[in-house]
């Protein structure tokens, strides 16, 4: 009898499957010193598949099911609901009825039962289940409870549980359901508490909520809480919420809605006392299950009684530092424009190859800055130039950081801490000089340096293996540094930069007029990534007059599609075309500074949909054509702005000092993309010189696929090679957290305390309905929102605007196509702002949740001059 139905006291944690994530925890608690947990039993998952296991319609019905997609509403709701009916309907297994008996008459017949689900998927890590099964309360006599232990089977197959667990590749056969039967507590107050606050994530605040009767209804959303927020043993916020309503047990059974009295409504559900002693057996809870716990709790004659626990799963990891000290990170994805998660091996690269006090957390990467904000000089720097220039938000964080006083003591400005801060050594070596004049040998230089060194790079590494090829890796890893902290190269790129505030700054001073450089900076030469989308315009040029060819691009599948195109007229000229531009930018894709995505030249067919756009989208010649009036443009403004400047008092003076800056910006803004379009030039020879090492180890079966190699960091990556041995357990370990990262969201700063501080914009003077965001290419554009979320599904028709989430260098290939741009993440010098200026398109970055807010197809307006996007 005993695996059909265990009570809480005879569970044990190897048996997840058998009472689920709920009752598992409960059967956890309820061992717990000085922890009460009203008693009661759990019916295993095994009663469940007794249930059905013998039931052919059940089985057939679940066969259709598996065959729909997760559109298909209609015909889900229909057999989901034919199911739920055959559940309710079955007769439950003689020998499950008999071990309920003999629980109910050990723990009282005559008491009331809570009875609500537990499954065995519910409290995965990366799948938060919860809510998705009903609860039941106040059941009373077991005829009853026996008919909500099949309603709780069949809640296992609403439309709404059905369709999550497809979205999210669950299987309905996989899926069992336990049930739990708990003695019901009728409580004068319940609520929820959580040990970290989660509205800001702060791991130091516990959050309670708290209202009169039941927690169904503070769950279900029918009444206000109270919110008390507690950090150690102080009450630290209190809002005391107008509680007009309560549900109460029914003596008959079941539960009723009941007014509150109006003297009772705003007064504070529980007393201090009782928020400190909740608080402490929330803190006792979460140190048990050493993770963050979300807690449903009721109190009943001055006692606590906890019914739920399960971890808090939306709460963004913080990253780990060796001390007990405050620190404060900031994402580098969104320096990068690039927040997905990245996978061990890119991380492991990536560290290796900065010179930053660099932490991971959540899969993707954070810079520790508090020594910078500690000294005055390093605060002033991040939050007016290197950080808060291009980012509103990251300095409005910043600032309420500062604020606060107590969080990151100041050093005395004395005190230095080694050198300009280490985390700016991060941004930029220490000796960089800017230039005065404009050299013209200086970027053909630096970009041949980075060339040849490359080519160096690829005959060299062909004849390394085995360990020699790791040793080989970190050496050359020292040259990569050398290239990208370059003092010269680094003072290339701030000269154009620099000179890009300086006019804006000029000439909205001299001549009112906003944003100058924008224009100035259209079509500059030297720029690798908007040459790189305006090649593939050419590309296009030379598939134009060969129907055949195109026709057959419009229905590819798979990679090896080079390879055929010589059987029709043109697929010579085709294939040459997309090997020359290959050779020249395979090495880049989406989430490039991530070594393990994949590539174009690993997977070519990325780039057809973007051909065969251009194809439809562009007359011969588009390229050149959109370049020259590009060039024109900026030359045209210098004119105007330089005659309007001499008008002014000492106009030569000032029109001189102009034409100097403006130079600088044409000649120099070019280069600022070349230094990572180096970098990741030499990753990808890294990373195809591993695959090899990969294959071998696939051969050897020390890994299955060669793409496993991406779960290892460069070190653990070594050491299978040198030992060839491998638990395979890591790798499947890996790939579980990794879909974890993916459902999360990296915040911009996050503290050592978990803390997530989001910035908010100025809003001065925009428009009430309008989202705001980072004005960082001026002009304002109207036109059908495209929100798309990989480069492989564009179908941009001319005149679209761009809505994605980021766009590193991979997304200019689309950016010829588009009349304007808006992300969620980015700032005024990140990859896609710097191209839409190149390419004059309007564009707003840093808008948050700008995915979400607007739909595809939606007529939208881009104000890329004041930083706001408006639905039309």
């Known amino acids: 009898m005993s695996s059909l139905v265990l009570s809480f006291q005879e ?13 598992l925890n409960l059967g956890k608690l309820s061992r717990l010193e000085g922890i009460q947990v009203p008693e009661g039993f759990c019916v295993t998952t095994v009663g469940y598949q007794k249930a059905i296991e013998k039931n052919k319609t059940f089985q057939a019905l679940l066969d259709q099911l598996t065959l729909l997609k997760a559109q298909d509403r209609d015909q889900i709701g229909e057999i989901s609901r034919k199911i739920r009916q055959l559940i309710m309907e079955a007769e439950i297994p003689s020998e499950v ?36 099964q009903d609860t039941y309360l106040n059941v009373i006599g077991k005829r009853a409870i026996l008919q909500h232990i ?14 999550y667990r497809m979205q999210n590749g669950f299987d309905h056969r996989q899926i069992s359901l336990a049930v739990i039967v708990q003695r019901m507590v009728f409580p004068q107050a319940s609520g929820i508490l959580f040990t970290a606050d989660p509205i800001t994530s702060h791991r130091k605040w516990l959050s309670i909520d708290a209202s009169f009767g039941l927690g169904e209804a503070l769950v279900s959303g029918l009444v206000s809480a109270d919110c008390y ?90 990253p780990e530092a060796n001390d007990q000290e405050n620190h404060v990170y900031v994402s580098v994805g969104h320096q990068q424009m690039m927040t997905d ?34 000294s005055p000089a390093g605060r002033e720097t991040l939050v007016n130039v290197t950080l808060g220039k291009s980012d509103p938000l990251i300095k409005d964080a910043l600032t309420t950081i500062i604020e606060r006083e107590d969080f990151i003591k100041s050093l005395p400005d004395d005190k230095k801490e080694s050198g300009p801060g280490e985390s700016n050594k991060a941004v930029s070596p220490a000796n960089y000089q800017t230039l005065n004049e404009y050299d013209p040998t200086i970027v053909a230089d630096l970009i041949k340096r980075s060339r040849t060194s490359i080519e160096e790079l690829k005959q060299n590494i062909q004849t390394k293996s085995g360990l020699d090829l790791f040793d080989f890796i970190l050496e050359d890893l020292q040259q990569l540094k050398k290239i990208a902290f370059d003092p010269q190269s680094f003072g290339v790129l701030m000269t154009g930069i620099n000179a890009s505030f300086w006019i804006n700054e000029k000439m909205n001073e001299w001549l009112g007029e906003k944003n100058a450089a924008d224009i100035l900076s259209q079509s500059v030469p030297n720029n690798i990534t908007s040459e790189m989308g305006l090649a593939l315009l050419n590309v296009a040029d030379v598939i134009r007059p060969y129907p055949e060819v195109t026709d057959y691009l419009q229905h590819v599948k798979n990679d090896n599609f080079l390879g055929e195109l010589v059987q029709f007229e043109g697929g010579k000229e085709t294939q040459d075309a997309i090997y020359a531009y290959l050779d020249k930018y395979g090495m880049r894709c989406a989430g490039e500074i991530d070594i393990t995505r994949t590539r174009w030249s690993e997977k070519p067919l990325t780039l057809v949909p973007v051909i065969l756009s251009n194809i439809k989208n562009f007359e011969p010649d588009a390229g050149n054509r959109k370049f020259e009036q590009g060039r024109q ?85 070594r050491e299978v090679v040198r030992t060839n041995k491998l638990d ?8 579980d957290e990794y879909k974890l990262y993916e459902k999360l969201t990296p915040p911009r700063v996050i503290t050592s305390d978990g803390e997530i501080i989001a910035g908010k914009y100025n809003r001065e003077g925009l428009p009430a309905e309008a989202i705001a965001g980072i004005a960082v290419s001026s002009g304002v554009i109207e036109g059908r929102a495209r929100v798309i979320l990989n480069m492989e599904d564009a179908d941009i028709e001319d005149g679209d605007i761009l809505v994605t989430i980021f766009t590193d260098p991979s997304w200019t290939a689309l950016f010829v196509s588009i009349k304007g741009l808006v992300t969620e993440v980015g700032g005024l010098m990140t990859h896609g702002a710097v191209i839409a200026r190149e390419y004059g398109l309007p564009a707003v970055v840093g808008v948050e949740h700008a995915t979400k807010l607007i739909k595809d197809g939606q007529k939208i307006r881009v104000n890329g001059t004041d930083g706001c996007v408006e639905i039309l």
């Open 97 to 132: 009825v008999k071990a309920v008996a003999h629980y109910l008459s050990h723990f009282g017949d005559e008491h009331a039962y809570a009875v609500r689900s537990s499954a065995t998927a519910e409290d995965l890590p990366h799948a938060s289940f919860a809510g998705q």
């Open 150 to 163: 099949s309603k709780c089977w069949a809640s296992l197959f609403t439309d709404r549980a059905v369709i």
């Open 229 to 318: 927020k507690v950090q150690e043993e102080n009450i630290i916020d209190k809002r005391i919420a107008t509680k007009k309503l309560a549900i109460y047990g029914r003596k008959e059974g079941g539960t009723e809605t009941q007014q509150i009295a109006p003297e009772q409504q705003n007064t504070q559900t529980l007393t201090d006392r009782q928020i400190l002693q909740l608080a402490r057996i929330g803190r006792q809870i979460e140190a048990f299950f050493s993770c963050p716990q979300d807690i449903e709790w009721c109190l009943a004659d001055d006692t606590f009684y906890i019914v739920q626990s399960r971890p808090i799963t939306t709460l963004y990891p913080i």
């Open 633 to 717: 443009e900026a030359l045209k403004k210098e004119q105007e702005l330089l005659d309007r400047l001499k008008q002014l008092p000492d106009g030569e003076q000032k029109a001189k000092e102009t034409k100097r800056m403006i130079d600088l910006i044409r000649n120099l803004s070019g280069y600022r993309e070349y230094p990572k379009y180096g970098f990741i030039n030499r990753y990808f020879v890294y990373k195809q010189a591993l695959l090899k090492e990969a294959e071998q180890l696939v051969q050897a079966n020390v890994i299955h696929e060669k793409e496993e190699i991406y779960y290892l960091s460069f070190e653990e990556l």
């Open 11 to 23: 569970m044990d944690k190897t048996q997840l499957f058998l009472v689920g994530g709920k009752g």
């Open 728 to 735: 395979n357990q890591i790798i499947s370990k890996r790939k």
């Open 341 to 374: 998660p990245m996978k061990p091996l890119g991380l492991s690269f990536w560290l290796l190859t900065t010179r930053a006090p660099m932490h991971t957390a959540g899969g993707r990467l954070f810079i520790d800055i508090t020594s910078m904000l500690a």
